[in-house]
């Protein structure tokens, strides 16, 4: 075999795999108002009213409504952000974060 002759080599992966998106998920609780829910809903999640209010209607039925799917820094920022705008008034008020299966 001459120093030039190359073998085969395994194909280098490039295939780049998308980052999992992660949920943003609004958790029931007995105090926070209504109001107050739909109002930190359309500040940090850019919603209209009536998508807020939906999303804040399903939650206080059901004790959960997903909110929105980011990647996870910014699911994990906003969730934060969300849930201080309640502690800052008091409110237990609680936003958490989950990976997309
Ligand atoms: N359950 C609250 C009430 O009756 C309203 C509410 C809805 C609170 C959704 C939190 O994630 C929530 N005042």
């Known amino acids: 075999m001459r120093d030039t002759d190359t073998k085969p080599r395994a194909k280098i992966k490039v295939k780049t795999e998308r980052p999992r998106l992660h949920k943003v998920i609004l958790v029931n609780d007995d105090y926070t108002p209504r109001e107050f829910v739909v109002t930190v809903l359309k500040a940090e999640f850019r919603m209209t009213e009536d998508q807020a209010y939906q999303v804040m ?45």
């Open 57 to 101: 209607i399903t939650a206080h039925k059901r004790g959960v409504c997903v909110v929105a799917v980011f990647t996870k820094d910014i699911a994990e920022t906003k969730a934060t952000r969300a849930t201080d705008m309640g502690r800052s008034k008091g409110y237990p008020l609680l936003f958490t974060t989950e990976p997309e299966e």
